[in-house]
T-cell receptor, first 112, second 114 residues
Framework: QKEVEQNSGPLSVPEGAIASLNCTYSDRVSQSFFWYRQYSGKSPELIMSIYSNGDKEDGRFTAQLNKASQYVSLLIRDSQPSDSATYLCAVISNTGGFKTIFGAGTRLFVKA | DAGVIQSPRHEVTEMGQEVTLRCKPISGHDYLFWYRQTMMRGLELLIYFNNNVPIDDSGMPEDRFSAKMPNASFSTLKIQPSEPRDSAVYFC????????????FGDGTRLSIL
């Protein structure tokens, strides 16, 4: 079982719609969760971090965390073509040091 | 503030040659990470340092790979001898101390071994 799992996609949504990206993780004691955006040919860029159960909103982005279900998601409201990228879920596992485990990423296409 | 700085941005070399990748972390960050990214395997952690000390090198693929961090502002990843299967994008990232801090990535080095 992979430690951090994401649907590879591609996820295709029309412009203006809500894009929903999902991630599950296996280490129950994980405490820190991140979403990175990676454009083609570029490096990963941090867009959201979340540490507590519930929702965290930042502009058009909302991160949701449910530790009981070991599930973290990212919602992008009013999706724009410029949101088309690969979104990486990352989890810091507290076991064996503070190592960040990245998911394989979900490719998102926003159609104009 | 300057971000993580990597050099070179691109490297093309022939099989068997030594390759050295360089990284300058963000000032004040005491964790440094080296990753490799390919289409097939995604983003793989190779090694990470805390306060210049290697903490976990379990991701280093084989003895041909080595990494050093002689001081807080510089790290190298060396491949000797290089092989075509080492072709990938290599990222360096850094983060502040304290569990749970996000990492900040450099622009990466695109390495092609012919």
């Amino acid at each position: 079982q992979k430690e951090v799992e994401q649907n590879s996609g591609p996820l295709s949504v029309p412009e203006g719609a809500i894009a929903s990206l999902n991630c599950t993780y296996s280490d129950r004691v994980s405490q820190s969760f991140f979403w990175y955006r990676q454009y083609s040919g570029k490096s990963p860029e941090l867009i959201m971090s979340i540490y507590s159960n519930g929702d965290k909103e930042d502009g058009r982005f909302t991160a949701q965390l449910n530790k009981a279900s070991q599930y973290v998601s990212l919602l992008i409201r009013d999706s724009q073509p410029s949101d088309s990228a690969t979104y990486l879920c990352a989890v810091i596992s507290n076991t064996g040091g503070f190592k960040t485990i990245f998911g394989a990423g979900t490719r998102l296409f926003v159609k104009a | 503030d300057a971000g993580v700085i990597q050099s070179p941005r691109h490297e093309v070399t022939e099989m068997g040659q030594e390759v050295t990748l360089r990284c300058k972390p963000i000032s004040g960050h005491d964790y440094l990470f080296w990753y490799r990214q390919t289409m097939m395997r995604g983003l793989e952690l190779l090694i990470y340092f805390n306060n210049n000390v290697p903490i976990d090198d379990s991701g280093m693929p084989e003895d041909r790979f080595s990494a050093k961090m002689p001081n807080a502002s510089f790290s190298t990843l060396k491949i000797q001898p290089s092989e075509p299967r080492d072709s990938a994008v290599y990222f360096c990232a850094s983060s502040r101390t304290g569990g749970g801090q996000p990492q900040h990535f450099g622009d990466g080095t695109r390495l092609s071994i012919l």
